[in-house]
């Protein structure tokens, strides 16, 4: 479709192949990084072994989760801020079918480029680190596997997510009527009703099921380790009905952090807009979620596990075996964090795109360049807040649950309680601080030059 090449589709799908790459080429290294600890580690005892490709499964698992969810909400970011381009195809005679089709192959060459970038990108990286750590002595020299063949699945997933993504996302723009082209058409974020229950039974179906899988998971891990697997599931199905019902969730955490940000008019208007439009919010915020809940499972997970090993067997003998893992797999949940971040800075970026009448209309009603400056600032400061708090949460309870049905067969002490990283927590606050200034920046300085006439006129 001609007006999907026109410039504001190119900075679209710049910023939609960049999340593409990084999705690919974090899943690329994880699996990469997984076959070298095989290579390190594959002749330790029948345990050992089974408690390492335990690992490995939940956390290329993790990689293709991460690269689906990101993937999927930057790109069903791009589809519905064109709810007007759309009406008026259609107004000029395109049928549905065909636009849906045009978007869909639109979300096909995003990913293909994207997961194969990325995949090359990965592939050379993890042997650049590897040949980088045998050298400083970091890694043992032995035979590495040179391509894990299961690289392959995260460029597929990449693929499959963006088309679908694409697909899924043009059914809701294209229930706009062809008349709506000559009105100011967005994306309004409201569903049928009908719609919102089905998504709410399902959140409620698999929150439920997952919290009963990750109990299993921790009584089956005091007689396992394979525990970590269904543990894993768990994690998985109760945070996909989690990311399912954001849009109930995230408003109203929103909605109660606004509280904390004042009552002047930029802040009011910020805290306004993550309420009347909830899914357009959601997709902004859902990245940075993913991102602090990985970061801090990890972490949990790490030194409860640490703890779990100091308690049974000789601390420097634990050490070794962990400094090699954390260092490889710290640099691996980075990327999430990466992601959710460029995520989160591309989709307010988008939203602003998508809402050049409603900015134009506040400076003609008055509001000063400092005053929306400071709405887009006080928008991401409230979505960083509510994400990074319910990150921490689910993390905390995630990492434990994934050390204890990993390592409770071997703690002699039975249920312990989290051990509690306060280092990556405080940095992790500081980090987010951080990114709702930066994430703010660039929003906030094309927001200022939307000229009040011509955005009320391109309306």
């Known amino acids: 479709m001609s007006a999907l090449t026109s410039a504001q589709a190119s900075k679209e799908h710049g910023a939609s192949i960049l999340v593409t790459s990084l999705a690919s080429f974090f899943g690329v290294v994880l699996i990469q990084a997984t076959a070298f600890l095989v290579d390190i580690f594959g002749d330790a005892d029948g345990a050992a072994v089974t408690a390492l490709y335990s690992v490995a499964?939940?956390?290329?698992?993790?990689?293709?989760?991460?690269?689906?969810?990101?993937?999927?909400?930057?790109?069903?970011?791009?589809?519905?801020?064109?709810?007007?381009?759309?009406?008026?195809?259609?107004?000029?005679?395109?049928?549905?079918?065909?636009?849906r089709r045009s978007v869909a192959?639109?979300?096909?060459?995003?990913?293909?480029?994207?997961?194969?970038?990325?995949?090359?990108?990965?592939?050379?990286?993890?042997h650049l680190a590897r040949a980088v750590a045998v050298s400083a002595g970091q890694l043992p020299d032995v035979q590495y596997t040179s391509v894990q063949p299961l690289v392959i699945l995260p460029v597929v997933i990449v693929v499959l997510t963006t088309t679908l993504a694409s697909y899924i996302g043009s059914r809701k723009v294209l229930?706009?009527?062809?008349?709506?082209?000559?009105?100011?058409?967005v994306d309004t974020g409201v569903e049928a009703p009908r719609s919102r229950r089905i998504r709410t039974v399902l959140s409620i179906v698999l929150i439920a099921g997952g919290t009963a899988l990750l109990g299993l998971g921790i009584l089956v891990g005091m007689l396992n380790p394979g525990g970590v697997l269904v543990a894993f599931l768990g994690g998985v199905a109760s945070f996909t009905g989690i990311m399912v019902g954001a849009y109930r969730i995230l408003p109203a955490t929103l909605k109660a952090v606004g509280r904390l940000f004042g009552?002047?008019?930029?802040?009011?208007?910020?805290?306004?807009?993550?309420?009347?439009?909830?899914?357009?919010?959601?997709?902004?915020?859902?990245?940075?979620?993913?991102?602090?809940?990985?970061v801090t499972t990890f972490a949990v997970a790490m030194y409860s596990y640490r703890s779990m090993l100091v308690n049974e067997f000789d601390e420097a003998s634990v050490d070794q075996v962990l400094t090699v893992t954390v260092g490889i797999m710290t640099g691996l949940i980075g990327f999430s964090a990466v992601i959710a971040a460029v995520g989160m800075v591309n989709n307010l970026l988008l939203s602003i795109l998508q809402r050049t009448r409603e900015i134009g209309l506040l400076r003609a009603l008055g509001f000063t360049r400092k005053q929306i400056r400071a709405m887009i600032l006080s928008e991401s400061s409230q979505m960083v807040v509510a994400s990074m708090g319910f990150g921490l949460i689910l993390g905390i309870v995630y990492g434990w649950a994934a050390a204890q049905s990993l390592l409770g067969s071997l703690d002699s002490r039975g249920l312990t309680a989290p051990t509690l990283p306060w280092a990556v927590i405080a940095g992790t606050v500081l980090c987010g601080g951080l990114l709702a200034l930066g994430a703010s920046l660039t929003p906030a300085r094309r927001a200022n030059q939307i000229s009040p006439v011509v955005a009320l006129a391109d309306a």
């Open 57 to 99: 499964l939940v956390f290329i698992g993790l990689a293709l989760y991460v690269a689906a969810v990101v993937t999927s909400n930057t790109f069903a970011t791009i589809v519905a801020g064109r709810t007007r381009t759309i009406a008026l195809l259609r107004l000029l005679g395109a049928r549905s079918r065909d636009l």
């Open 105 to 126: 192959r639109e979300g096909l060459v995003v990913g293909l480029f994207g997961g194969a970038v990325g995949m090359v990108l990965g592939v050379g990286a993890s």
């Open 263 to 294: 009552r002047g008019p930029a802040a009011r208007l910020a805290s306004a807009n993550a309420i009347r439009y909830p899914d357009r919010s959601t997709r902004t915020a859902v990245g940075l979620l993913i991102g602090v809940t990985l």
């Open 175 to 185: 229930d706009v009527t062809p008349v709506q082209a000559t009105g100011g058409a």
